[in-house]
């Protein structure tokens, strides 16, 4: 959750372990498996890569392990919270990791051959600021079926689902979306309470719909994820 002319803007100390807990149990491996597929396609045997919106910085580690040996790779991780910089850093220093905002990219004009925003919050321009000319934007989002198995337990009723892509930005051209879904277990109210924790769910549910994902000990989910691919157009 992001809050903004916050103190302490970004997610909280808790929500950052909930998620460092739950992605160090694999269950979005085949995204960040992905993530770095498409990445790491047709990049320059030396190349730079932002994650904007980085959370303890899960996908870029992934990202990391991933790249073989003949790959130069300078990644940078971007969050507004200062407690995601910290577990991120804690975990890996091998990426730079920064405290800041999308809005702002401390980086410089043309200069990045990647950007990734993970169910984060695009600010396109920015990216298009900072990529070269035909860089790549990787955004993950997610589809109308992601985690509804937990919706359907917090929420009263669901949003109407949107349907068709999203508009390509305005500075970039589409090369092609992906769609991922897969099942995945969570078992006990420990596993259960974390996802509720890392998600926007948490403060936009009721106290009653809380209260039945707290009384859950075993819930099966759909990860329902689009995985799209921008190139940077040339000035």
């Known amino acids: 959750m992001h809050k903004k002319r916050s103190l302490d803007p970004g ?3 808790e929500m950052v372990a909930a998620r460092r807990r739950f992605l160090a149990a694999g269950h979005y491996q085949p995204i960040a498996d992905a ?20 959370g303890e910085g899960y996908y870029l580690r992934r990202l990391a392990a991933t790249a073989d040996d003949g790959q130069s790779l300078a990644l940078l991780g971007l969050d507004i919270s200062k407690w995601a910089v910290l577990a991120a850093a804690k ?22 051959d990647r950007v990734l925003c993970l169910f984060g919050f695009p600010v396109h321009a920015e990216f298009a600021r900072v990529l070269k000319a035909g860089g790549e934007l990787v955004q993950v989002d997610a589809g109308p079926g992601h985690l509804r198995e937990l919706r359907e337990i917090i929420y009263p009723r669901l949003k109407p689902e949107r349907s068709g892509e999203a508009p390509t930005p305005a500075g970039f051209r589409h090369l092609g979306t992906e769609t991922l879904g897969y099942s995945f277990a969570l ?9 509720l924790t890392m998600t926007p769910h948490l403060y936009r549910a009721s106290a009653e ?8 000990t075993v819930l099966t989910l759909t990860v329902d ?8 157009d040339a000035d």
Not at 35 to 54: I, K, T
């Open 11 to 13: 997610d909280s100390k």
């Open 35 to 54: 993530v770095a597929r498409a990445v790491l396609a047709g990049l320059p045997a030396v190349a730079s890569c932002l994650d904007a919106g980085c």
């Open 187 to 195: 078992a006990g109210a420990e596993q259960i309470a974390d996802l």
């Open 225 to 232: 994820v689009r995985l799209a691919r921008f190139a940077r």
């Open 209 to 216: 719909g809380r209260a039945k994902a707290a009384a859950l």
């Open 91 to 112: 975990q890996d220093r091998r990426p730079n990791w920064v405290v800041g905002s999308n809005a702002n990219l401390p980086v410089l004009t043309g200069t990045l």
